[in-house]
């Protein structure tokens, strides 16, 4: 065989081989035996290996996985990946359809009521692109706006075409849809983990994950991983596509998969119907959802909708409820928080609610158990709602056997001091204060935390590491701290304590009300700082004020007052602040006249600015004397918007108040306009 030959039967062998796989993977209805693909694909391996200069990316036998990287590059999404708005109840729909209704109207346009119905897959995101029908790139969601190149990994599955099939094949084309694994592959997957004695993977969504963000593409390639697609990004190419329905089915023409249970569905009724429809056949599914998507079927109209901040106004997903499961209460343990508050954690007999395993549930305090009746040993129903912590929800009476009782402990179980209940409060609380482990490594984190004195690294086990080795003691050791001191410890580099050192050198110059925060006085949260920064202007006044003259500030009650005033009057804590202010920690004292600037001026913020965050706007804002608010009202005197702003905006502008784009904004805040 001549190169020329070579390269005409390497031609034809991709294009048999690519058919077959779209036979077998994607519509999972193979047309020849195994044996006989395999002889293809080894006929075509052999040429490439008599050729290596024949090789290309979108070569079936490419599919094995690139050399390992060390890191993922993070790309930009040319088109950003949007979120969804959630419903969770039919209410929530029915508002839905009207607001499509309402808003369409307002665009001299009536809504058909057509919409498309898909599951809504419980996997990754990603974005794949092509360029003349080749797979070029492809990307994690990430943040919506920026991803990770996931490229090499997305080559190894198989359901993704390397090069789109058929006709019409545009210039360029971005699709996405959702990288999954099936049950049938989880539980697969699961059994040769355990097998080789490694991780086992809690649920299909952790294990797609996992499995596709590998550094190694060669593992992303042994992992049973598909692949959904549910929308166009970026296209440019000649065929109309003027409906969802039709841009789903030309990406199918093209040889991606689209889910089989996805309908075309008209009016709400039908909607509703599907979601029930889907709730009852969940089970039976080959991967996991967690809800339904419903989306506004013309293109036309799905312009004219636009978007609201982050997601579309012409999509929905209509949720499942919160799924909850029997297992039994082995055991009721404490946690100690910052505060010292001691809660109650229920330790559980490993249970798989919706596709987590769940070991802990919070009980929260001591009436919440008194309430529920919950006993050590009883059967429990527990829940779980998206990323939240599970609960217990109710124990099941029926079911019980041989239980005790939960008592409080009287002292605290992690540094024996005594343990108490204030008068009104629903929690127990740990009297050792800093001197408590627990409390000490909270107190800690608190400090340095990003809305207080905003040390960036450090975090919890770098603390740990810091107290166990008797470094820091109180927050006050932490600007004692020498470089050697720090790049002496274990897994830290001389590169990390040198920005480390920089993060608390830069934390010095702060704000008052941020430093009173940092503090973590009991119930004293930013606002509450804020207020008390903003009616002394110094921390001596603060310190000296009494609990009479505390109360005249708004959100300030006689309990955080009496907290304020006690913190004041111990000598550790008088000794930590003076230690601190040794250090260098120092705020402007001119903070008084510029506060004064914006002095009762009321703002609102929406839409995305680009040369500052949303908060980092608020912050500057408050610091000037501000309000900052989230819905816009007639004592707004500002709404300041960047990019794809919602109904705050129109809202705005229907109450003539006056609205300013990021540039007025940094002008007005600079002093210059
Ligand atoms: S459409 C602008 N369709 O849900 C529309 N998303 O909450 C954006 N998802 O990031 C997405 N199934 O990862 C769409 N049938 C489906 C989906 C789906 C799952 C995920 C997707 C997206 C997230 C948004």
């Not at 929260?364 to 990323?387: F, L, Q, S, T």
């Not at 949260?525 to 006044?541: D, F, I």
């Not at 907290?563 to 008084?592: K, M, P, Y």
Request: charged content about 25%; some cysteine.
């Amino acid at each position: 065989m001549n190169k020329e030959q070579a390269r005409q039967r390497a031609e034809a062998l991709r294009k048999t081989i690519n058919s077959h796989n779209y036979q077998y993977y994607v519509l999972d209805d193979p047309t020849i035996a195994d044996a006989e693909y395999d002889s293809l694909l080894r006929a075509l391996t052999d040429i490439e290996t008599a050729f290596p200069e024949l090789i290309i990316s979108t070569s079936p036998t490419q599919r094995v996985g690139a050399t390992p990287v060390s890191a993922f590059q993070t790309v930009q999404h040319t088109t950003p990946m949007l979120s969804l708005a959630n419903a969770f109840n039919e209410e929530e729909m029915r508002a839905f359809n009207v607001r499509i209704k309402d808003k369409l109207a307002v665009a001299s346009m009536q809504f058909s009521g057509r919409f498309s119905g898909e599951t809504k897959f419980d996997g990754l995101a990603v974005n794949i692109r092509y360029e003349n029908g080749s797979l070029v790139s492809a990307a994690t969601r990430g943040d919506g706006y920026i991803g990770e190149d996931v490229t090499h990994n997305v080559r190894t599955i198989k359901q993704i075409p390397l090069h789109l099939m058929g006709d019409n094949i545009p210039q360029s084309l971005e699709v996405r849809g959702e990288v999954v694994m099936s049950h049938q592959g989880f539980a697969a997957l699961n059994k040769s983990q355990l097998e080789k004695k490694e991780k086992i993977f809690a649920n299909p969504r952790n294990a797609a994950a996992g499995s596709l963000r590998q550094l190694d593409a060669k593992i992303t390639a042994q992992r049973p991983l598909s692949f959904f697609a549910h929308g166009m990004g970026n296209y440019n190419g000649s065929m109309l596509l003027e409906t969802h329905t039709q841009i789903l089915m030309q990406l199918k023409k093209w040889g991606f998969p689209v889910s089989s249970e996805t309908k075309n569905l008209d009016g709400l009724k039908a909607c509703l119907d599907y979601y029930t429809d889907i709730q009852n056949r969940r089970s039976e599914l080959t991967h996991d959802i967690d809800g339904v998507v419903f989306k506004v079927d013309s293109i036309a109209q799905q312009k004219a909708l636009g978007f609201v901040s982050r997601a579309p106004r012409w999509a929905i997903a209509y949720k499942f409820p919160a799924a909850e499961e029997m297992t039994q209460l082995l055991d009721i343990e404490i946690q100690v928080g910052r505060t010292g508050a001691l809660t109650p954690v229920a330790r559980l007999s490993p249970v798989n609610v919706a596709g987590v395993t769940v070991t802990n549930a919070t009980l929260h305090n001591i009436d919440e158990i008194k309430r529920k009746g919950v006993m050590i040993g009883d059967w429990v129903y527990v829940r779980r709602a998206g990323d939240v912590i599970p609960e217990v929800v109710r124990v099941i009476k029926e079911r019980r056997g041989e239980v005790t009782a939960f008592v409080m402990p009287d002292c605290c179980p992690v540094c024996g001091a005594d343990v108490v209940r204030q008068a009104g409060e629903a929690v127990y609380r740990c009297l050792g204060g800093i001197s408590c482990a627990a409390q000490n490594i909270q107190a800690i984190l608190h400090f340095a935390s990003r809305k207080a004195m905003d040390i960036d690294g450090l975090g919890e086990k770098l603390i740990v590491q810091l107290i166990e080795c008797g470094l820091v003691k109180t927050v006050a050791d932490l600007y004692a701290l020498s470089h050697e001191q720090l790049a002496g410890l274990e897994r830290m580099g001389t590169k990390s304590a040198k920005n480390l050192m920089q993060a608390m050198e830069n934390s010095k110059a702060t704000t008052l009300a941020r430093f009173i925060y940092a503090l973590g006085i009991r119930d004293v949260g930013e606002a509450t700082a804020r207020a008390l920064a903003k009616k002394y202007k110094s921390l001596t006044l603060i310190q000296q004020a009494s609990t009479d003259e505390l109360e005249t500030i708004s959100d300030i009650g006689p309990v955080v007052a009496g907290n304020i005033q006690r913190f004041f009057q111990q000598t550790h804590n008088l000794d930590i602040v003076q230690r601190l202010l040794s250090a260098g920690i120092h705020w402007e004292f001119t903070e008084h006249e510029e506060n004064s600037r914006f002095n009762g001026l009321s703002f609102v913020l929406t839409g995305s600015l680009q040369k500052m965050t949303r908060d980092d706007a608020k912050q500057k804002l408050i610091s000037l004397g501000a309000n900052v608010t989230g819905s816009v009202s007639k004592k707004t005197n500002y709404v300041v918007f960047g990019d794809n702003v919602g109904s705050k905006y129109e809202k705005a502008i229907a109450l003539g108040i006056e609205i300013i784009n990021e540039e007025r904004f940094i002008q007005m805040i600079e002093g210059k306009t």
